[in-house]
């Protein structure tokens, strides 16, 4: 099964996974949301198709009862990009080597959906005064558990069953779904989808599991999945650096993704200190004249 060449779509599935990952390699980005597995692991959410422009992927998709699309790669023909906009409500995930190629008046920041970036060596070693409420909270988690009643170890089939009970305990304590689902297909497919990991234990107790995997930029680790019984204390900040620690000295910077405008969780993730961010953009409403 190959991605069927524009105006021809394709829902998204994983016999189209090589062919995917090899025009995202391709483009070499650093972002998250373009990875296959994002694209994949929320096909149903956001009922994604593709269609292949030239050498790009175009990926179409619905929210809030807007239709939307999105570009992976270089920009088509300005014929094809205007009947996309009259196509559909918005453009959606313009990258800012997109944006510096359009008229500026065309699009505008997208905040909520701006990616998190860190330093790797600032999430690993938590340094100075503004990491210090950091480093707290691991050390509280580390004095309760000494190093013997610790273990991390990789995610594979014999820690699959540990990190899917992690996935449920963080379920019941929400009391909502929120991206449950998808977390749990990430699980079921964590090699299928080429997905690095590792499951955290408190005196055998499987208390936390992280997830995710290099983009294609070479240079950053998206961290797609993290989820933990916070009734251990300091249990996210004992994962967020352990997991840094672990990651190859050759990856730059963590991408944590988006707030997606949640105000509690913008601020949570303010507090690393991110040392910048991939900005997206979206079309205005004006564009669709253009």
Known sequence: MRVPVYPNFIPVSLKLQQQIQDIILNSKTGIS??????????RNKYNFKVSLLENSLLVTGA??????FSILGTLPQKAILTELLKQYDYWKGISEEQAMLIPSEMCSEDRDNFE????RTDLAELPGKDFQKKRNLVNAFVKTYKLEERKILPIGKETLKDAMQILDEWKQGK??????DS??????LHET???NGMVFYAKDIPVGYCQGETLADGKSFAVHFEKADDRYKGVYQYINQEFAKIIPPSIHYINREQ??????LRQAKMTYRPIGFVKL???NASAKAG
Not at 116 to 119: A, T
């Open 33 to 42: 949301s373009f990875a296959f597995a994002n694209i994949y692991l929320f």
């Open 63 to 68: 929210k809030d009862g807007k239709t939307f």
């Open 116 to 119: 998190y970036l860190y330093l």
């Open 175 to 180: 009391g909502e779904h929120a991206d449950y």
């Open 183 to 188: 977390a749990k297909e990430a699980i079921e």
């Open 193 to 195: 989808l080429g997905f």
């Open 259 to 264: 707030d997606l405008g949640d105000t509690g």
């Open 281 to 283: 953009f979206s079309s």
